[in-house]
């Protein structure tokens, strides 16, 4: 049985679709047939991040609106072949997304892939709400921050009442924290919540943490998704990411900071 | 932390104050998100009654309903415009 998973934050700019992409390219890796969604219509960006947009021919809404078939609008990654990208329409109509539409599509997935990653939009317009509504899992991307915080927590509200599961009294969409741009050595310093604090303040399980890194602006240059560029830091903690997700037990990494010396620590920076 | 800042008593750090902020800020959410139904529908009757007599909106009425022991405590906070001349809080405890 196919998952659909929702990748949601609420605020914009925290890291949605670095993450959507890397961890469908992750599944795909794992030789599970994985499909990613953009659901950002209007403002496209995840075949860029994927390194596939010059080959968008046929996106989500032509296909809601039967003037592509889905195979058509369907990229197929170069690099991992169990590895499918639906890119989201650039039309300026926000109502081009329709609850059946979506509906129909996902359910096509299903009959052929194994996981299903929604990249939601920010906000909670009509997008993202689209986005986690047939939601069995979600991923909250957050990052160690106010006001990212306070927006992941009002999609955890929206998840537990607005969701598909919510709403035919199903079992709850099982809830996964992932903190992103995460630097330890600000915790340290007391510039920045911790994992602890965010895990509290939110209240839902942590499946990864991905520090900040400089190899993510590389990857999203080079149209990698950056779990493929395994030798760094980002790229690890996103394949650590993955393997936990698919129930593996990995213990965190990329918490503590460099060690400093002594007059350092006396001192400061 | 540094050690220096430790010994001198520096300022509380950022990060705590974050913190504490959002504790405050999304208790309150929750509460207007899963509170029992009648609180929202109170708070608009008390504003059209407060309305009557003193120009005031929504944002300014705050109901927070907490326990203490087996007591539950309503408290209504209504913060009266600064034209409004004997300014200050009406507080209804219950």
Do not use: W
């Amino acid at each position: 049985m196919a998952k659909i998973i929702v990748v949601t934050s609420g605020k914009g700019g925290v890291g949605k679709t670095t993450t959507s992409a890397s961890f469908a390219a992750g599944l795909a890796k794992r030789g599970h047939k994985t499909v990613v969604i953009d659901f950002d219509v209007g403002l496209r960006n995840l075949d860029l991040i994927m390194g596939c947009e010059r080959r968008v021919v046929y996106d989500f809404v032509n296909v809601i609106q039967g003037e592509a078939t889905l195979v058509q609008a369907l990229i197929k990654d170069k690099r991992v072949d169990t590895l499918n990208i639906l890119p989201a329409s650039q039309t300026r109509d926000k109502d081009a997304l329709t609850q059946e539409g979506v509906e129909g599509i996902l359910e096509q997935l299903k009959q052929t892939h194994d996981y299903i990653v929604c990249d939601s939009p920010a906000g909670i317009e009509t997008g993202a709400i689209m986005a986690l509504h047939y939601a069995d899992e979600a991923i909250v991307v957050t990052n160690p921050e106010v006001s990212s915080v306070r927006d992941s927590d009002r999609i955890l509200g929206i998840l537990a009442a607005k969701s598909k599961r919510a709403l035919d009294g199903l079992e709850p969409v099982k809830e996964h924290l992932l903190v992103t741009r995460y630097d330890p050595s600000r915790v340290d310093q007391g510039q920045m919540l911790s994992i602890e604090d965010i895990q509290e303040l939110l209240g839902i399980s942590l499946i990864g943490v991905i520090p900040e890194s400089q190899s993510v602006l590389q990857a999203s240059n080079a149209g990698l998704p950056v779990i493929l560029d395994e030798g760094s830091d980002s790229g690890q903690a996103y394949q650590d990411f993955v393997a936990r997700f698919l129930g593996e037990e990995r213990p965190m990494r990329f918490l503590e900071a460099e060690r400093k010396g002594f007059l350092k620590r006396l001192f400061g920076t | 932390m540094t050690l220096l800042d430790y010994l001198l008593g520096r300022k509380k750090k950022t990060a705590s104050v974050a913190k504490e902020r959002l504790q405050i800020i999304l208790a309150r959410e929750h509460f207007d998100r899963d509170g029992p139904d009648f609180l929202v529908a109170m708070k608009k009757d008390i504003l059209d009654v407060v309305g009557k007599y003193v120009a005031v909106d929504l944002d300014r009425i705050q109901v927070t309903l907490d326990k203490n022991g087996d007591t539950e405590i309503l408290e209504l906070n209504i913060l009266l415009p600064d034209t409004h001349k004997p300014s200050g809080k009406v507080q209804v405890l219950r």
